[in-house]
């Protein structure tokens, strides 16, 4: 890469990275040139990279045969239904391929969610290991069986929760969740701030990023410093201006 | 200053949200610009996917999947660094795939980092092969599982079919796979590859995730469906410490501390307002 | 209404396409059984990308018109606009002209404008996350304690300062995700699975017709 370009893209990727978080201050011009640059380039790049697996398809695949050619043009002839998405008047059309893609999905998660994550997982809390463990773990394992059996319970609506047996299970199983809920949301915490120390890293060029991302980021935050602070001053005189 | 009427504690509750914004930047910039190298323990759960990779026969053929997209690099780009360490240090075979778009991306910057041929004296097509992204999430993974050369014709580097590869020839479908390795955020990801590779073809599998997926992982770990979780950054951080290679999970650790120490004062100052005003209004 | 528009028409098209992938899984029907079935995987996911424009097409019908009546903030929408034209067309797969996704210019954008902005929309919850912590974070009950000592816990167990200072937070830390929460992931697993489960027989057999809106309608 030439230096320009090093320049220009360490240039643009601090000043998008700014103009995304200029929207903790408020809503403004910056952020909102973000979020449409953001949108408008993810999606020519989704449709770049479909369009680029279809022609490996046909290159690779379907162009062999006489039948593979047949089925591709009928895939796209299907393909070409989607966009009665947009017409009131030939909107069962978009319906067959929303058919065929919602049917095969069904049965492909249908056939094995079965044993993959109802018995394995029944499986797997029936099959606790009491004897040969020492006993903490075998307390533990004991535990997570009534844990899932009573969190279980808890969500059962068929039946009417009214004896009195049901109360210590529903508040032991209430427990239960608050406690594992508890653990999802330090992850919850972790992800957020990590995903944050990345971008910070990225804006002090912590190697492997650009070096020149320092450089740029001291300058770029306060451009857009004083923008905002000056945008900010044009709505408020324009604002007391019309009133 | 506290207007009138105002309490302390009404203060205390009430704190500007770009203060708040503020203190966070205060507080995770410096550690990175200077990192302070808090120690760093390693939990049984990194322990067990290092020892998968680890333990893996010579010749042992890993796909690599990844089931993520921009929106995690913070957090799994450090993550898959060290793996493709550990995987390019290691007599193993194996293949990159991507089941979100914005995977080949990453994937990609990770192999110009780390630049294999010249670093590891790994020959591509030969010792791994980077085969790029297939559309449909679950539905690429069960065609993948049944049919790799058909659902990914060309390799991602040169665009050549990927029969041509030599390392292709071992690897034709999920039978031939000794290890899966999912690197991800969310669906698709670890629960369709469990419905898709694990329970029809009993493919072994790591996942390293993003935080937030980690709690729907530990069934599947307990259940022996997944054989190691690295949940989140610090996970990657223990795992670099096991690799010997401290790079950006690592440089992030003290990042992590304080902004966790912040937001558990947040919790406890916002608390102590709380309780405060609910004691004087009983009173 | 004429029979080929009618709803049940796509429900036995769902039908078909769910057995294609159910029925060989369960009994075995021969190789070449097999090898259709997965042929039509593939087939399907032709299908599929067939829809990769119905987004953008979505997209520019809201921000075409702003730009050419000259709606407020149609200069963002031009932003859009140019963003994704230029991206598309640098990006298609015609590898004769030089474009595709290794092109230099479509590299150059997606490395320096939609990474940056892709990973930088998402890390910014940190700071509405740790707001939330400190505004909406109370100890108001019984279960709402046992959430934030738990969530709090966690805290300590994945900052490296918390176990440095008493490596029994990490103990705590894997006790709280190994037993009370996998318990409760899986108890969702479970009910998530049995949900599916039902679905599927739903949509199967028709009972299950709101896929079939399109969404938003």
Redesign the interface.
């Known amino acids: 890469m030439s230096d320009f370009t090093t320049y220009f893209g360490a240039f643009l990727g601090v000043l998008f990275t700014l103009a995304v978080y200029s929207f903790l201050y408020r809503e403004n011009p910056w952020s909102r040139l973000a979020e449409h640059m953001f949108i408008g380039s993810a999606i020519g790049y989704g449709i770049a990279y479909d369009l680029d697996w279809m022609r490996s398809q046909w290159e690779g695949r379907w162009s062999l045969t006489s039948t593979g050619v047949t089925a591709f043009a009928f895939a796209l002839l299907l393909g070409l239904l989607w966009y009665f998405r947009f017409s009131r008047k030939y909107f069962w059309l978009y319906r067959i391929p929303l058919a065929i893609i919602t049917g095969t999905g069904l049965g492909l998660a249908f056939r094995t969610v079965v044993f993959a994550q109802l018995l394995t997982q029944v499986k797997a809390t029936a099959g606790i290991q009491l004897v040969g463990v020492d006993a903490w773990t075998a307390f533990n394992n004991l535990l997570s069986a009534v844990m899932v059996v009573c969190v279980l319970l808890y969500f059962t609506f068929t039946v009417r929760q009214t004896h009195p047996v049901w109360k210590p299970i529903n508040v032991f199983a209430r427990y239960t969740m608050m406690a594992g809920f508890g653990a999802a949301y330090g992850y919850t915490i972790l992800t957020r701030m990590s995903l944050y120390i990345g971008r910070c890293q990225f804006l002090l060029g912590v190697p492997p990023y650009a070096p020149e991302n320092k450089t740029f980021f001291p300058w770029i935050a306060l451009l857009i410093l004083v923008t905002l602070i000056g945008y900010d001053l044009y709505v408020k005189s324009r604002a007391s201006a019309k009133t | 200053m506290v207007a009138e009427g105002e309490t302390i504690w009404d203060k205390l509750e009430n704190i500007d949200r770009r203060i708040l914004y503020l203190l966070i930047w205060i507080v995770v910039l410096p550690p990175l610009i200077s990192p302070i190298g808090l120690p760093i323990s390693i939990s049984p759960s990194t322990v067990a996917y290092y020892e998968a990779i680890e333990k893996l026969p010579p010749g042992s053929m890993v796909v690599v999947s990844f089931d993520f997209g921009l929106s995690a690099l913070g957090e799994l780009y450090p993550i898959a660094v060290a793996t493709f360490h550990h995987l390019f240090s290691r007599p193993v075979k194996f293949a990159i795939i991507a089941t979100w778009n914005e995977g080949p991306i990453v994937a990609k910057m990770i192999i110009d980092k780390l630049n294999p041929e010249q670093t590891y004296h790994k020959v591509y097509g030969e010792d791994w092969i980077f085969l790029g992204w297939a559309p449909g999430g679950e539905q690429a993974m069960a065609a993948l599982g049944r049919d790799i050369w058909g659902t990914i014709t060309k390799d991602y580097i040169y665009k050549k079919p990927v029969s041509q590869y030599p390392i292709m020839q071992h690897l034709k479908s999920a039978k031939d796979v000794d290890i899966l390795i999912s690197l991800e955020t969310g669906t698709p990801g670890a629960d369709e590859w469990v419905r898709q590779w694990w329970e029809p073809y009993h493919v072994p599998m790591l996942v390293a995730c993003i935080g937030v997926m980690a709690p729907t992982v530990a069934p599947y770990v307990q259940a022996g469906q997944c054989l190691g979780l690295l949940p989140g950054l610090r996970a990657g951080a223990e795992y670099e410490k096991l690799l010997g290679r401290p790079e950006l999970a690592t440089a992030a650790a003290d990042a992590i501390s304080t902004s966790h120490i912040l937001v558990l004062a947040f919790v406890i100052i916002g608390n102590i307002g709380y309780f405060a005003k609910r004691r004087r209004r009983m009173e | 209404m004429a029979w080929?528009?009618r709803?049940e028409?796509?429900?036995i098209?769902?039908?078909?396409?769910?057995?294609?992938?159910?029925l060989p899984?369960?009994f075995t029907l021969g190789a070449s059984v097999e090898d259709f079935q997965?042929?039509?995987?593939?087939?399907?996911?032709?299908?599929?990308?067939?829809?990769?424009?119905?987004?953008?097409?979505?997209?520019l019908?809201l921000h075409i018109p702003r730009i050419m009546k000259r709606r407020p903030?149609w200069e963002?929408?031009t932003?859009?606009?140019?963003?994704?034209?230029?991206?598309?067309i640098?990006?298609?797969?015609i590898?004769e002209l030089g474009l595709?996704?290794d092109n230099s210019v479509?590299e150059?954008?997606?490395?320096?404008?939609?990474?940056?902005?892709?990973?930088?929309?998402?890390?910014?919850?940190?700071?509405f996350?740790?707001?939330a912590?400190?505004?909406a974070?109370?100890?108001r009950s019984?279960?709402?304690t046992?959430?934030?000592?738990?969530?709090?816990?966690?805290?300590?167990?994945?900052?490296?300062?918390?176990?440095?200072v008493w490596?029994g937070f990490?103990t705590i830390?894997?006790?709280?995700?190994?037993?009370?929460?996998?318990?409760?992931?899986?108890?969702?697993?479970?009910?998530?699975?049995?949900g599916?489960?039902v679905l599927?027989v739903r949509?199967?057999t028709g009972y299950e017709r709101g896929?079939?809106r399109?969404g938003g309608e």
Do not use: H
């Open positions: 080929y528009k709803v028409i796509p429900i098209i769902t039908a078909i396409c769910a057995l294609i992938q159910i899984y369960y997965a042929t039509f995987v593939n087939w399907q996911m032709v299908v599929g990308t067939g829809a990769t424009f119905v987004g953008a097409i979505a997209i019908q903030q963002y929408s932003a859009l606009v140019a963003m994704f034209v230029i991206m598309l640098f990006g298609l797969p590898r595709g996704l479509f150059f954008l997606y490395g320096n404008v939609l990474t940056p902005l892709s990973s930088t929309m998402y890390s910014i919850i940190a700071f996350i740790a707001s912590a400190y505004r974070f109370r100890a019984l279960e709402a046992i959430l934030l000592v738990a969530g709090s816990l966690l805290l300590l167990k994945n900052a490296p300062i918390g176990t440095a490596p990490g830390g894997d006790w709280l995700f190994n037993v009370p929460n996998m318990s409760t992931q899986r108890a969702i697993l479970i009910g998530g699975a049995l599916a489960i599927g949509a199967m896929y079939l399109g």
